[in-house]
């Protein structure tokens, strides 16, 4: 909190709430008021802005039929490419480098398929051991279609820790052999914060390409991905950014690959103006747009565009300030109030390596999840001992944070997680 003296009080929380110059963009969101919502890092609660453009897109559909493409307030043919430079400022981008497009894990299918280009000794592509597992997935099939043994050809770097990723490991194992590197933003269960700038610095010393997942920081915090040269990224959009479950993601690619051809060629992966020549010679759009697959799914792509105007006027480094002053509390709090019960804090403290979640351990994390649910409170269990709680600072208060820890340490005390198995359900 700064300067600024903790205090435990719910007083205190509610002076801070009062300070709050963003407290108002919480009337801009459906929340409950019997409930506090702490898992916006999984998936974002859903805005008045987002259903209104939802309920656009329903009308142009009803009035124009097919000329939906082509006509009305917001044509189809169109909105990935007005979404994605709407998007640019919250990854530091150039407006014809971002497209909203795919899903994330299709996003990075196309993106390996397109910058990993094994010659020579350099065959293999770095990645860690902590990143979620889709990525993995995904490298792995990429590396068996271009006829390689993940095995032998897929780098993780270690983790000392089982929570963080140390920086100067990941650059050690930069070494010669190293075709492409591949790196989350945040790591997802801890919420540490990698140096984008200076593991990008010195990819770009040994000539090697590198991307990141921004999952997990999108919305959350700033970046400047054009200013610090980073080759690609790929997001979803349905954490932070809170445009729906399963919404379009989204593609960001340096301005020095545009043109490139995309590795996985689709209908949308066109010049514009070509697209229908219907030539079987694609010509690829000289933006970010050729790394499109398929057509947009435009019913998934309205909330992002309601989203995306709270998020223009809120200011990504507004959110992020607000963002660290919550989890500061939440952490305080913590301290304070849980230190007999064995919690654990498993996210950097520090301002620069922290996301947007507090992550607590504890031996019993799945039932006391299930225990924090049924007193409403709306956590994150992570296996197999992992509480993810997220403060999003759109919509959620100091008092949020106050009511939750509050909660919880009435919990512990009665041993109301005893009532529970310690076992995660289908769906964590």
């Not at 780098?155 to 790196?183: C, F, W």
């Not at 509390?329 to 996210?347: H, R, S, T």
Request: proline content about 4%; hydrophobic content about 35%.
């Amino acid at each position: 909190m700064g300067t600024q003296a903790f205090g435990a009080s719910k007083e205190y929380a509610s002076n801070l709430d009062q300070q709050d110059e963003l407290a108002f963009f919480r009337d801009e969101f459906y929340t409950k008021q019997d409930s506090i919502y702490l898992i916006g890092n999984s998936l974002g609660l859903l805005s008045k802005r987002s259903e209104e453009a939802l309920e656009a897109i329903k009308e142009s559909w009803k009035e124009f039929g097919i000329d939906g493409w082509t006509e009305g307030e917001e044509p189809w043919f169109y909105l990935s490419e007005k979404l994605g430079e709407k998007s640019a400022p919250l990854v530091g981008a150039k407006p014809e480098e971002v497209i909203a497009t795919g899903s994330t894990t299709v996003n990075l299918h196309q993106l390996i398929a397109t910058f990993y280009k094994p010659e020579g000794k350099r065959t293999k592509i770095l990645a860690d051991e902590l990143t979620f597992p889709s990525d993995i997935f995904a490298l792995q099939s990429q590396l068996k279609l271009k006829g390689y043994d993940p095995e032998e050809h897929l780098i993780q770097v270690k983790s000392k820790d089982g929570r963080i990723i140390e920086e100067d490991d990941i650059i050690a194992a930069m070494k010669d052999d190293i075709a492409l590197i591949m790196l989350p933003s945040v790591m997802y269960r801890s919420g540490q914060v990698l140096d984008m700038k200076r593991l990008t610095e010195e990819a770009k010393k040994r000539n090697i390409i590198v991307g990141f997942d921004l999952c997990h920081s999108i919305g959350a915090l700033p970046h400047a991905l054009s200013e610090w040269g980073v080759d690609f990224a790929f997001w979803c959009n349905y954490k932070y950014v809170n445009a729906g479950p399963g919404s379009v993601a989204g593609i960001y690619v340096n301005e020095r690959h545009l043109g490139k051809a995309p590795g996985l060629a689709g209908w949308f992966s066109s010049d514009k103006t070509r697209q229908f020549d219907m030539d079987h010679q694609l010509t690829p759009a000289d933006t970010a747009g050729a790394f499109q697959i398929g057509t947009p799914h435009m019913l998934s792509l309205a909330p992002l565009r309601g989203s995306l105007e709270i998020f223009a006027e809120a200011g990504i480094d507004r959110l992020r300030k607000k963002s660290l002053r919550l989890t500061q509390y939440m952490m305080d709090l913590v301290d304070q109030e849980l230190k007999d019960y064995g919690f654990e804090i498993g996210n950097p403290r520090e301002d620069h390596r922290r996301g947007g979640h507090v992550y607590l351990e504890h031996p019993e994390a799945a039932r006391i999840c299930k225990a924090l649910k049924a007193n409403k409170v709306i956590p994150d269990f992570r296996n197999p001992n992992g509480i993810r709680l997220t403060p999003a600072a759109l919509y959620n208060s100091f008092e949020d944070v106050w009511h939750a820890i509050q909660t919880l340490k009435k919990i512990m005390e009665e041993e109301q997680y005893k009532q529970y198995e310690n076992k995660r359900g289908v769906v964590a």
